[in-house]
């Protein structure tokens, strides 16, 4: 029930192990929010996510050997440019390279950023392992405190990691335009800097370095391209524009599903890569608990705008071509975090946002014609319900509050736009079925993580009260992002279920 990417990963592996595995999508193309179009004549424009980081964690792409479906990854080095508009520096591959470019534009920061990531990596390493595994409060004891720290000195990990981000990254980078790019990095998760125990946000970041950063070539959606065809080289089928009105149940079992054409499909097990929400309207009311009705969406938090560019991209402090290859991390100061997130609670899109520039037809020529450019802007914090008007009365004014943002670092760019996609929080709700515009389905806040998520007695990827019901994706440990642990984790899950011979 639905083709986004962690969908389609539990469908792979299941296809792979030889089950007879039918994928239904609402839309006309698979891959949710992990998809590429043409939305612009010679312009492809991925429609969620774009940075492939968190996947590169996993050893999913190598399981199922995606490379043989068509699936080529580019490496993105320098991985990040972050900039005030007046100082530029990169993150690269090479964590000792990046502290020693530091340490010669920012004294004592180079210093700081080595000690970073040498502090946090034993850290980082445990909170991955936890994504890779159902989640349980002694294995999240066990992984991130005493695993984490090597069993030395818990006591003072412990006290960081129940602190806000913000703060942890104060107590090692004295240097504000260090911290701020940092801590914008942490932030796209959702949660503020001064929200209690996100420090792990930011506590991630040594990972990075040894995953990387990555774009398919052709665009996003090179990766759900790769995952049906491995599901139909396997005997699957993948069905689109093929909405599932509900799923149907026999006694305290699912059964199959009916489609909106009144179509039915049958099996010994359905599995939901919808939104949780969507999974609980779904079904007959008697099978949904009340903590599933209670789940927090929260109010949006972001918005793309996705341009076509007939020139490249060309920065006021620019480096060619590594401004351009790394993810921009593109703030002036933690105020203007700060002051976005105010502005956000108050039920208004802020003025003068934080952004994450992405231009990956600087490593992906297919993206764009010859001399062109797709620039992409993701801008934080947009709530979904607006104190004032509406998202189709307001959409073009914070657009161009947007524009004028990226114009401090690059101006200009106005006069080369040749097209245009504006992603509003409500047409994130309206295409791809992220209630209320969140990207990450539910809040990532601690009450919503590991074993919490989607809420508590269902974080084992199983419908509680409901046999041969099975959820994956975003509204599942571990949330959003592109990784696909959720997919692999809830097909581990499933193959144990149905085969006497467990998981290989």
């Not at 942490?186 to 040894?210: K, M």
């Not at 921009?328 to 100061?333: D, M, Q, S, V």
């Not at 992603?423 to 539910?442: A, D, I, K, S």
């Amino acid at each position: 029930m639905g083709a986004g990417h962690n969908a389609l990963i539990t469908a792979a592996y299941a296809a792979k192990a030889g089950y007879r595995v039918g994928v239904f999508e609402r839309r006309a193309v698979p891959g949710g929010a992990v998809a590429t179009e043409e939305r612009v004549p010679g312009y492809q424009f991925d429609l969620g996510g774009s940075a492939h980081i968190l996947i590169r964690m996993t050893p999913i792409v190598k399981e199922l050997e995606l490379s043989r479906y068509g699936l080529y990854y580019l490496d993105l080095d320098p991985m990040f440019h972050a900039s005030d508009g007046e100082t530029p520096w990169f993150v690269w591959r090479d964590a000792a390279r990046t502290a020693n470019e530091l340490e010669n534009l920012f004294p004592g920061q180079g210093e700081a950023y080595a000690r970073f990531i040498s502090d946090w990596t034993p850290f980082a390493r445990a909170v991955n392992e936890t994504f890779l595994s159902v989640p349980s409060p002694l294995e999240l004891g066990r992984k991130l405190i005493l695993g984490g720290g090597g069993g030395r000195g818990w006591q003072g990990q412990l006290r960081r990691i129940l602190r806000p981000y913000g703060e942890v990254a104060g107590e090692y980078f004295s240097e504000e335009r260090v911290r701020a790019p940092l801590t914008w990095m942490a932030a796209q998760s959702g949660p503020p800097p001064t929200e209690p125990i996100s420090a792990p946000f930011l506590l991630w970041h040594p990972l990075y370095h040894e995953g990387g950063v990555a774009r398919p070539k052709g665009g996003s959606g090179g990766l759900t391209k790769a995952l049906a065809r491995l599901i139909e080289a396997h005997g699957g089928t993948l069905t689109v524009s093929a909405p599932v009105k509900r799923i149907l149940t026999e006694g305290p079992r699912a059964t199959g599903v009916e489609l909106a054409s009144g179509e039915r499909i049958t099996g010994r097990a359905v599995v939901s890569g919808t939104h949780v929400l969507a999974t609980a309207g779904a079904l007959p009311p008697e099978f949904v608990p009340e903590a599933a009705r209670e789940v927090r969406v929260g109010n949006g938090f972001g918005m793309v705008l996705r341009l076509a560019l007939k020139e490249k991209v060309r920065y006021r402090r620019h480096h060619e071509p590594h401004s351009r290859v790394g993810l921009g991390l593109l703030i002036k100061n933690e105020r203007q975090l700060s002051r976005a997130y105010g502005e956000y609670l108050a039920g208004d899109p802020t003025r003068d946002p934080p952004l994450i520039a992405m231009s990956f037809s600087a490593v992906d020529d297919s993206l764009a014609p010859p001399g062109g450019e797709v620039l992409w802007l993701w801008a934080q914090y947009y709530p979904y319900s607006l104190a004032r008007g509406s998202w189709e009365e307001r959409q073009l004014e914070v657009r161009d509050w947007i524009l004028d943002a990226f114009e401090h670092y690059a101006p200009g760019t106005r006069e080369n736009i040749v097209g245009e996609l504006i992603q509003t929080p409500l047409w994130l709700e309206r295409e791809l079925g992220l209630y209320r515009g969140n990207v990450m389905h539910l809040e990532m806040t601690i009450d919503q993580m590991f074993a919490l998520r989607p809420f508590l007695g269902a974080a084992s990827y199983r419908w509680p009260g409901l046999r041969g019901l099975y959820m994956t994706g975003a509204s599942t440990h571990p949330g959003g992002g592109i990784m696909g642990a959720s997919g692999r984790n809830t097909a581990r899950e499933l193959l144990r279920d149905l085969s006497r011979r467990g998981w290989k």
